[in-house]
């Protein structure tokens, strides 16, 4: 899911460069503006598809250590506060 981090900053950059356009004008600027919009577009949309497409694959249940019946999936620090289940300090998910 980290892909998404792409178009959000690709999308602020060309909100920046409107405000830019706006500020010093000109040509350039204004082409600058189209392209990243259009940018912007193409690559969440794309995200948007392939997100779709794999959401079989993004929604797997969670792997739980070889051996292990719990419900709950390990924590990754070595000391999880609570157990789910019995409501006693786990120290390891080994």
Known sequence: MAWWAFPFSLTVL???AVEYTREVGGHA???LVL???ALSVVVTIAIVVCTAVRTNDLLQPPVLPHGSD???ACASSPVVPL???TGSTVSSCV
Do not use: G, T
Request: glycine fraction near 0%.
């Open 35 to 37: 392209i990243l919009s």
């Open 70 to 72: 719990d419900q709950v």
């Open 14 to 16: 060309a909100i920046a």
């Open 29 to 31: 600027a204004v082409m």
């Open 83 to 85: 157990d789910a289940c």
